[in-house]
């Protein structure tokens, strides 16, 4: 695991198909030791946050492959927003139960309010106009 991990540190992020990117994005999900590359693998993407890491792409693709991995998001989310993981935090949102929803919307709001980054903030109030009216 330690091994992809280093790999994806390396990665050329100017590569416009992101090829290695998606090769590691592979590895991990077929790695028996998944769900210890979720923290790290959420720590690249805020420390690469201004960069293109795919739509959604093989990052995010990994990590919603991962059970468990929500929790492990809300904390990045609680850290450092992204407009991707902002996203994913949409998504759940999407899958949510009743019982779920709120405290996912709560925190959309939070970031929607205080993220650093302006792009951060207006994607999180965009997806919250989506899920006041989502038609």
Do not use: C
């Not at 994005?25 to 293109?52: C, I, T, Y």
């Not at 959604?56 to 990590?63: D, E, N, Q, S």
């Not at 992204?82 to 970031?111: C, F, G, H, Y």
Request: charged share 30%.
């Amino acid at each position: 695991m330690s091994d992809i991990l280093a790999d994806l540190a390396q990665v050329d992020l100017r590569d416009p198909y992101l090829l290695r990117l998606k090769e590691i994005g592979k590895e991990l999900r077929e790695s028996a030791e998944a769900a210890l590359a979720v923290g790290p693998v959420l720590r690249f993407m805020e420390a690469n946050r201004h960069q293109e890491l795919g739509t959604p792409g093989p990052l995010v693709h990994f990590l919603e492959s991962v059970p468990g991995y929500e929790t492990s998001l809300i904390e990045s989310l609680e850290r450092m927003p992204t407009q991707q993981t902002v996203w994913m935090l949409n998504r759940l949102i999407n899958a949510a139960s009743d019982d779920e929803e709120k405290p996912l919307l709560d925190l959309m709001r939070r970031i929607a309010g205080t993220a650093e980054e302006a792009d951060v903030r207006q994607d999180a109030i965009d997806f919250l106009e989506f899920q006041d009216d989502p038609e």
